[in-house]
């Protein structure tokens, strides 16, 4: 695929490596374009191409385009980066106080909604936002990470999940896009347990 990138930082990092060594082509870019070429520079030897553009250009031609930078800059991102229609967009941000877990958002609201209107006409899927980037360099345990997903268009989800399995997840869809800000508490649910020092697998009951 030709995955368009915004952001920089470490689950830019590692999805971008991991979609880089499968092939995929990628354009990066950040708030700072110093540090989006310094991340394409780090992925010259992957089978798939990475370039650094400017963040207006990030979403020209590709198929999905990663959200993944701070919760309270990505839709004045999305919004410069005039994603066209039809474009699947993987909101992967995370508005939640540290160490708390509560959402910083309106009641009602999910930051895939917003980034949704920042990005008219787009396919947003919400996923890749229960994990941290180091989850993806460990060796398997023998269980695949479940990549939890919520998005109205089939498309959009058909190629998310493509990319969740290029990363050794198994793609999960939970419902659509009424669906997101659940899934956005439930980050915030892992995400306190984790900061306090507590398995929050240990808190799911086992299949």
């Given at each position: 695929m030709r995955i368009g990138i915004i952001g920089t930082g470490n689950m830019a990092q590692t999805l971008g490596a991991a979609w880089?060594?499968?092939?995929?082509?990628?354009?990066?870019?950040?708030?700072?374009?110093?540090?989006?070429?310094?991340l394409a520079d780090t992925l010259a030897d992957a089978p798939g191409a990475a370039?650094?553009?400017?963040?207006?250009?990030?979403?020209?031609?590709?198929?999905?385009?990663l959200v993944v930078v701070?919760?309270?800059?990505?839709?004045?991102?999305?919004?410069?980066?005039?994603?066209?229609?039809?474009?699947?967009?993987?909101?992967?941000?995370n508005a939640v106080a540290h160490g708390i877990g509560t959402l910083l958002i309106e009641p009602g609201e999910s930051m895939a909604g917003r980034i949704?209107?920042?990005?008219?006409?787009?396919?947003?899927?919400?996923?890749?936002?229960?994990?941290?980037s180091y989850q993806w360099t460990q060796p398997p345990t023998g269980r695949a990470p479940i990549v939890v997903m919520s998005g109205d268009d089939p498309g959009a989800l058909k190629a998310v999940g493509e990319l969740a399995r290029d990363l050794g997840g198994d793609p999960v869809v939970l419902g659509g896009s009424d669906r997101a800000r659940q899934l956005?508490?439930?980050?915030?649910f892992i995400i306190e347990l984790a900061v306090n020092g507590h398995d929050p697998s240990a808190a799911v009951p086992a299949a």
């Open positions: 880089a060594r499968a092939g995929h082509d990628l354009a990066i870019a950040g708030r700072s374009p110093e540090k989006a070429r310094a370039v650094a553009v400017p963040v207006e250009e990030v979403a020209v031609g590709r198929d999905v385009v701070p919760w309270d800059a990505a839709e004045a991102m999305v919004a410069q980066a005039r994603i066209p229609a039809g474009t699947a967009v993987i909101d992967a941000t949704a209107q920042a990005a008219p006409g787009a396919h947003v899927v919400k996923a890749f936002h229960t994990f941290p956005e508490e439930v980050a915030g």
